[in-house]
């Protein structure tokens, strides 16, 4: 019966009907309902988790101990952290509780509880805040290691503004669509999500989804070569230009899920079976919001990773010198030359591996500049 719209009192009477119609030909075993996808949206949310929690945890301690520097990305990295966990809580949630996983046609409306309908509706508009903080967090982490390269600056404000405008509206889109339909009780919330402008195959709601997937590629693939030219300018050695090109096109994994999650979002377009056939999507769209969290992160490995194995590996994380100690000589990292008052944020300080990278023209003549 999703995907039309009936009188509430009608969807009261309605709790022995399948949420919608088998197809031709098929008969709802409503007793032994078959699990399609083995729970995969829960997998994905626990790998997810798991890898968020390491990153986090590698983040703060650079931060805390070797940067000792806050900045306005750290702000929006944990706003962003939070509402990534709490969207994969819902999602694990409904995949564990009949939300998802089993066909349409083989799930009685009585078996939509009012959590997993509330829960339903909450997660769609976690998911477009989620979103958006963290593409804005990519953003402002770009916008500060490059802060004194004006056009970048420009490039990253507009992306934070135009993928805000687009998500929340996005987000109103969704709300207005699978409201409650008089009041906040079970039926309320079931007249909502199943109406038409909710679970409608043509409904505006499932042209947006189209829409948001191509809007995403994009957004993921104008952050990806934002940082590109000003990297290729870097008057650095090879193998740190090397690696501060990983840290930044480290996004290039998001665009993939990203491309995924929109190719799942189009074969699944205009289905009536939402609960199985979105999971795809979802995965692939975690797979995406994950791996672009743990961007932001990458520069704090390659800190922490500085730290602890320069010495062991000073060609690969940088060179050091020996100081003589008497008893023993220990091994110090080379001094780092500070940067230009007019010149870029130290890399070293945005958690990359130790390059000064100036603008313009310095005093001293072995400094780094684009």
């Not at 909710?198 to 409904?203: I, P, S």
């Not at 945005?350 to 500049?369: A, E, H, I, L, Y």
Request: with cysteine; net charge positive; hydrophobic share 50%.
């Amino acid at each position: 019966m999703a995907g039309v719209d009936i009188p509430r009192w009608m969807w009261a009477l309605a709790d022995d009907y399948p949420f919608a119609p088998p197809p031709e030909g098929v008969v709802p075993n409503f007793e032994h309902p078959k699990l399609v996808h083995n729970h995969s949206i829960s997998i994905a949310c626990g790998i997810s988790m798991f890898l968020l929690v390491v990153f986090s945890g590698i983040r703060f301690y650079a931060k805390l101990s070797l940067i000792r520097k806050r900045t306005l990305d750290d702000y929006f990295y944990w706003m962003s952290l939070l509402m990534l966990l709490l969207l994969e809580a819902l999602y694990m949630y409904l995949d564990n509780h009949g939300g998802y996983g089993y066909h349409v046609w083989e799930i009685k409306l009585r078996a939509v509880t009012k959590p997993i309908l509330v829960i339903t509706f909450i997660g769609q508009i976690v998911l477009q805040i989620a979103i958006w903080l963290i593409k804005a967090t990519i953003l402002i982490l770009i916008m500060s290691a490059f802060e004194p390269v004006k056009h970048i600056r420009i490039l990253c404000w507009g992306g934070i503004i135009g993928t805000c405008a687009f998500y929340f509206a996005n987000l109103i889109v969704q709300v207005v669509s699978c409201r409650p339909r008089g009041g906040t009780d079970r039926i309320a919330f079931l007249a909502g999500i199943a109406s038409y402008q909710c679970a409608g195959t043509n409904a505006a709601i499932q042209k947006m989804s189209i829409i948001a997937g191509c809007f995403g590629v994009v957004s993921d693939i104008y952050i990806l070569i934002i940082p590109l030219p000003a990297i290729a300018k870097l008057k650095i050695s090879q193998r740190q230009k090397i690696g501060v090109y990983l840290i930044f096109t480290s996004g290039f994994m998001a665009c993939v899920a990203s491309v995924l999650s929109l190719a799942f979002r189009i074969t699944a377009w205009k289905t009536k079976d939402l609960t199985v056939d979105s999971i795809p999507s979802m995965t692939a769209q975690i797979v995406e919001l994950t791996v672009g969290l743990i961007i932001t992160c990458m520069a704090s490995v390659a800190k922490l990773s500085r730290f602890l194995f320069a010495a062991r590996f000073p060609k690969l994380f940088g060179e050091t010198t020996v100081r003589d100690s008497g008893a023993k000589n220990e091994m110090q990292p080379w001094p780092r030359r500070r940067h230009a008052p007019s010149g870029l944020s130290e890399l070293d300080s945005m958690k990359t591996f130790g390059t000064t990278v100036d603008v313009g023209t310095s005093r001293d003549s072995s400094s780094t500049r684009i």
